[in-house]
């Protein structure tokens, strides 16, 4: 008679594509080489965001090349953010059984094994929800040795998430501890406990993009889950792909959901010291606009995200902006009172 093995623990990992398949067919090929230990099961699932160009074709056509590992393709048939397309693939991924949840950019790079430490160090304590590996940019030349993510911290004056030893050179300063404890886990690539999935629920889609990872983040603190960093897991990151860094797009959803996090996760003095800092940025935005023209478009970008928190708009932003008109105030005095006035 047989020894009965015990059943396998399921490994999914969801890559988002958003007329990004060239990135993703990169992350993919990385992903070829990664190994998992005996006791999981590894599947991958690429969830395309609604693309209009010629992802799913190509996607398609890649699935039979040798470089390719098996992998599933799911269509949501629109665009629905970071967070909405992220959580189609999780809601599949816990339907059909997965005990482990990793969420990856298609603009990274993996070492083949960053996922097994990542296993490996979630089971050395019951309450670790997410980890995140040591996250490197991906840049033009070897060695991609900048650091672009090592842990996280909330800066709730300033409504932004910072990352602990952006752009240094990685000479191990931040590799011991073995597993460390951050204030976030960034959604570039995490691995979430699907135990702590089933409680603290999907990404928060109101954010669209970005600063949802750490909302998320903070709820699963809330709930006495620990966000973690793995040095020893390395992967590398391109960077803002879908929204290119700096744009217009990607000032105005970082103003706009830094607010809406505070509002929705701060304390009464962290929510009204925030808000009532808006005060000066826009002055300071107002002069910027006068002294320098070349950055009007950055400007209305952040004149329009401190607008939108304070009217409490979330989701897409549908709005474009004319950098040649002069921009509406960045808060609406006749809403001032009603939107500072406690979490929503």
């Known amino acids: 008679m047989g020894i009965e093995m015990p059943p396998r623990e399921v490994l999914w990992i969801l890559i988002l594509n958003w007329n990004g398949w060239r990135d993703t067919i990169e992350c993919l090929k990385s992903l070829k080489a990664v190994r998992v230990p005996p006791e999981y099961q590894l599947r991958i699932l690429v969830v395309d965001n609604g693309s209009t160009d010629a992802s799913l074709h190509e996607l398609r056509s890649f699935r039979a090349n040798i470089e390719a590992p098996s992998f599933e393709i799911l269509e949501t048939g629109a665009n629905f953010g970071f967070a909405g397309g992220n959580n189609a693939g999780i809601r599949k991924a816990l339907e059909e059984g997965a005990d482990w949840v990793l969420l990856l950019n298609n603009d990274t790079v993996v070492d083949g094994s960053f996922a097994a430490k990542l296993l490996s160090s979630g089971k050395e304590d019951s309450r670790i929800g997410l980890l995140n590996p040591k996250i490197l940019l991906y840049e033009a030349e070897a060695p991609h040795r900048r650091i672009w993510f090592m842990g996280g911290r909330v800066d709730w004056l300033r409504t932004r998430g910072r ?146 928190a304070w009217l409490g708009r979330t989701g897409p932003i549908l709005e474009s902006l004319n950098p040649k008109t002069v921009p509406q105030s960045g808060i609406p005095l006749s809403s001032k009172r009603k939107q500072v006035a406690g979490k929503s």
């Not at 970082?254 to 002055?283: C, D, K």
Request: proline share 5%; hydrophobic share 40%; aromatic share 14%.
């Open 163 to 308: 990352h602990v030893g952006y752009r240094q050179e990685d000479q191990g300063q931040y590799d011991a501890p073995p597993i460390q404890d951050s204030d976030y886990s960034t959604g570039c690539c995490v691995l979430a406990r699907a135990t702590a999935l089933r409680e603290i629920g999907l990404l928060p889609e109101e954010y669209f993009v970005y600063h949802e990872d750490v909302a998320w983040s903070l709820t699963a603190r809330k709930h006495g889950w620990r966000c973690v960093v793995v040095p020893a897991a390395v992967v590398w990151h391109k960077g803002a792909a879908s929204s290119r860094e700096y744009s217009a797009s990607y000032i105005r959803y970082h103003v706009r959901n830094g607010l809406i996090l505070v509002r929705r996760a701060g304390n009464p003095m962290q929510i009204m010291a925030a808000y009532f800092f808006t005060l000066p940025r826009v002055l300071w935005q107002y002069a910027k606009w006068m002294l320098f023209p070349r950055k009007r478009l950055w400007v209305s970008a952040t004149l329009g995200g401190i607008r939108d």
